[in-house]
């Protein structure tokens, strides 16, 4: 299938440990280096959530949800975030890329979606 990607925002939300790796125990590494060793403290370290979007227009601004988004949570980060940036460009028919987690494909977000006109990739 053909598509415009100049017109499709695509978003994506990554967690942050703040003191290593995320439960892994091993990691790939160059075999000419020494080898690099995490230590976990034992409550943990904490970590951060961050969202993020961008297009061909530029940069949306970072959302930093908490740790377990919920489908409401991730609704008011779109309407802080991505609405106000499709108003200011709304010259484009744009297409909204997520990643199938399921806040981003509950039923409450995608009435959401189909209620503000956005287009999302299935």
Known sequence: MHREWQTVIFSDEKKFNLDGPDGYNSYW???RKEPRYFSK???????LMVWGAFCIHGILPIAFPSKRMDSA??????ENNLLPFLEEHCTVNWTFQ???AS???SRRTMIWFEAKG?????
């Open 29 to 31: 590494r160059d075999l």
């Open 41 to 47: 403290r034992n409550f943990g370290g904490g970590s």
């Open 73 to 78: 949570e991730y609704i008011t980060i779109l």
């Open 103 to 105: 806040v981003h494909t």
């Open 98 to 100: 997520q990643d199938n």
């Open 118 to 122: 956005i287009n999302v990739i299935k």
